[in-house]
């Protein structure tokens, strides 16, 4: 392995470690200004959240500078414990959100609807950078099957992708909303916020680019944006012996 493709990566001892240095940039990015960060949904940053939610790292977060987006949510009313924001909402509980900084999808809408209002909303708050919203950080988790966001083997970006599409996970047949890849490669920083031991061998087959991995949007963006970092814990590391 190049010695260059390990300077994409920022290991940590463990998930908290990890995700302590996510709450360090989100804080680092807030205290410079407005911060349009785009989450992703799953079990991952749900540490993440838990640390925003201490006194220490509460303190450290210019909270009115920042403004939460998610890059994928499940198409399920927000109490639902599968709505990525209804989970983030529960374990922010003491954080000072500004709730008129909190943008999610409109769920209770069509997901055809959903999508567009919430390309509408990115487009009154982002700047519109190569004809898409630009997002100040884009955090992603990853998925065994190679997916991200929402975005799962097999999905075809075409040219003139909107910026927000409606998905359905391949497996639960969930339906869910998600930024397009060209959405996603617009952030002007991309972190993979990935732990635990079933992630490494996926980034594994992302770094040696196997045929399977080529059909992976991790992949993709993996390949494709030249500001990105791995942040991840050592069990995801692709380096371990
Ligand atoms: C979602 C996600 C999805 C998630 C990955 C990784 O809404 O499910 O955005 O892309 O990030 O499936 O999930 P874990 O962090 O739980 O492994």
């Known amino acids: 392995m190049n010695s260059n493709i390990k300077n ?10 990890t995700a302590q240095k996510a709450a360090q940039i989100i804080a680092e990015a807030t205290q410079l200004g407005e911060s349009h960060i785009a989450l992703s949904g799953g079990s991952t940053p749900k540490i993440l959240f838990r640390t925003l939610n201490t006194p220490v790292w509460r303190d450290k977060v210019k909270w009115e500078n920042l403004h939460f987006w998610w890059g994928d949510e499940r198409m399920v009313p927000q109490e639902s414990e599968e709505s990525n924001y ?39 708050y982002l700047d519109i950078q190569n004809d898409h919203p630009s997002f100040t950080i884009t955090f992603l988790g990853m998925g065994e099957d190679g997916h991200t966001a929402s975005l799962f083997p097999g999905f075809e970006e075409n040219a003139d992708q909107p910026t927000c599409i409606s998905a359905t996970h391949p497996v639960s047949g969930q339906v869910r909303i998600s930024l397009s890849e060209k959405a996603i490669l617009n952030s002007e920083r991309i972190y993979f916020l990935t732990t635990g031991r079933s992630k490494a061998p996926v980034i594994s087959k992302i ?34 012996d």
């Open 8 to 17: 994409k990566f920022d290991i940590h001892s463990d998930p908290v470690r």
């Open 86 to 124: 209804g989970e983030a909402l529960r374990l922010l509980s003491e954080a000072p959100l500004v709730m008129d900084n909190m943008h999610t999808p409109a769920t209770d809408l069509s997901p055809e609807k959903c999508a567009e209002a919430y390309e509408a909303e990115l487009r009154t």
């Open 207 to 240: 770094l040696e680019q196997t045929v399977e991995s080529k059909t992976w949007p991790a992949s993709w963006i993996h390949h494709k944006h030249n500001n990105l970092i791995w942040l991840i814990d050592e069990d995801a590391s692709p380096f371990k």
